[in-house]
């Protein structure tokens, strides 16, 4: 009953920037947190950033300094503004929502958008 839209990814120099935006649609009343994802070829899914109905954040070492997550609740959209951008960063960026229901987890995921970091 959540869909999730990813968009903004494609591909740039390194140094570049991007932003990526997340719309949830369905019955998002009720998502706490949003986040993104993302997973290189032939590697395992990691987490990039993360925010909370509140505004609190979490990032992963390997993004912290370069990359901004922020989130407009009354649109239920997350955005990731991506700076200083590096060929490891290539992946696709998933994002994600959790919502909780009775002491229930549910996770939904967007389709994903693929971010291309050239030398």
């Known amino acids: 009953q959540v869909q999730l839209v990813e968009s903004g990814g494609g591909l740039v120099q390194a140094g570049g920037s991007l932003r990526l935006s997340c719309a949830a649609s369905g019955r998002a009343v009720s998502i706490s947190t949003m986040g993104w994802y993302r997973q290189a070829p032939g590697k395992q899914r990691e987490l990039v950033a993360t925010?909370?109905?509140?505004?609190?954040?979490t990032y992963a070492d390997s993004v912290q300094g370069r990359f901004t997550i922020s989130r407009d609740n009354p649109k239920n959209t997350v955005y990731l503004q991506m700076n200083t951008l590096k060929p490891e960063d290539t992946a696709v960026y998933y994002c994600?929502?959790?919502?909780?229901?009775?002491?229930?987890?549910?996770?939904?995921w967007g389709q994903g958008t693929q971010v291309t970091v050239s030398s």
């Open positions: 925010i909370t109905s509140g505004g609190s954040t």
């Open positions: 994600n929502a959790l919502r909780t229901v009775i002491g229930i987890e549910y996770w939904y």
